[in-house]
C-alpha cells in the first residue's frame, strides 16, 4: 500500500483543511457514494489524530493515513490523489500494485 500526492492536492489539504505541519490527515471508509473499488462505500478525509494505523506517509511535515480498520478497502491497491480542476476539490484514484 502506498498512498501518493498531486502538488495540488498538497495545496488544498493545507488551503482548505487549513492542514500545518506536524498534523494528522485520516483517509477512512465511508458507507454510501460511489467508488471504482466497491460498490455502495467511498473515500472521506478527515483531519483527526490516529487509533491503530494500518498504513501512513508523511508528505511535506504532514501525516496521511489509513487506519488498520479500513485497510480492507484498498487491499491491492495504492491511494494517489490529485486535484480535481471542474470540482475544485481532490480526486482519488486507486491504482494495482
Given amino acids: 500500500m502506498k498512498i501518493t500526492m498531486s502538488e495540488d492536492a498538497k495545496q488544498w489539504f ?15 471508509v465511508r458507507y454510501g457514494g460511489a467508488s471504482t473499488l466497491h460498490t455502495g462505500f467511498s473515500l472521506g478525509v478527515t483531519k483527526e489524530d490516529p487509533i491503530n494505523i494500518g498504513y501512513s506517509t508523511e508528505i511535506d511535515n504532514v501525516t496521511y493515513f489509513i ?9 491491492d491497491h495504492n491511494l494517489h490523489v490529485s486535484f480535481d480542476d471542474k470540482w475544485n476539490e481532490p480526486s482519488y484514484e486507486y491504482m494495482e500494485r
Fill in 67 to 75: 487506519e488498520e480498520k479500513d485497510l480492507w478497502y484498498f487491499k
Fill in 14 to 28: 493545507k488551503h482548505e483543511m487549513e492542514v500545518k505541519a506536524n498534523e494528522t490527515v485520516r483517509f477512512f
